[in-house]
């Protein structure tokens, strides 16, 4: 049972990494950006939220509690973009301030919304590997660790780049915002583009 979860732990790492998942790589750097590395455990608890919700909806769509059709794939797509552009807008408009410590929580129901749609998207990966499983739960408990590992992974490595570009180039923090944000904005203004 161990080895399972350490299978589908290493599954849910790789999946993460896959070029498919480039939009909860840019919501994971723009939800960061206002946290500087003293604040690990914040950060840590907003992304094991992501997974948090990434398994909620793996766990209801599995099990069949709820069932999601070919036409709300489609949906969750453009609603991932649409949600995914307004906070990078948002995040635009108010890089620079300082966050207060009483208006986190729509942060965590952000980034669990966000990790639920991205279950949605990533259900003909997660689904046929769970299936072989003779422990349905504990390959998708094991999945969702995985991802979280890869969220941290990429949480690190913005720090890491954040801290190294900051103190090279001199940027503010606010310079640093303005920047990452507009950056995520092209990128996703690109991918509104092959769409289309």
């Known amino acids: 049972m161990m080895l399972d979860i350490v299978f589908y732990m290493a599954r849910g790492f790789e999946q993460f990494l896959l070029k ?11 939800l960061l950006l206002p946290y500087v590395f003293k604040d690990w455990m914040r950060v840590l608890s907003l992304l094991a939220m992501i997974a948090l919700g990434f398994l909620f909806n793996a766990t209801i769509n599995f099990f069949e509690v709820v069932a999601i059709s070919a036409t709300a794939f489609r949906g969750a797509y453009w609603t991932m973009l649409g949600l995914l552009f307004l906070f990078c807008f948002y995040r635009l408009i108010c890089s620079g301030k300082k966050l207060k410590n009483k208006g986190d929580t729509i942060y965590y129901v952000i980034a669990f919304v ?15 590997l769970v299936a072989k499983s003779s422990y349905e739960f504990i390959a998708l408990f094991g999945y969702s660790l995985g991802y979280l590992g890869g969220l941290i992974l990429v949480g690190m490595i913005y720090f890491l780049a954040a801290y190294a570009l900051q103190t090279i180039l001199r940027f503010t923090q606010k310079e640093w915002g303005l920047i990452v944000s507009s950056m995520s904005i092209g990128v996703l203004i690109s991918e509104w583009i092959k769409i289309i």
């Open 20 to 30: 498919s998942n480039l939009m909860v790589v840019i919501f994971t750097v723009v």
């Open 114 to 128: 966000f990790g639920f749609i991205a279950s949605i998207l990533h259900e003909n990966i997660w689904r046929p």
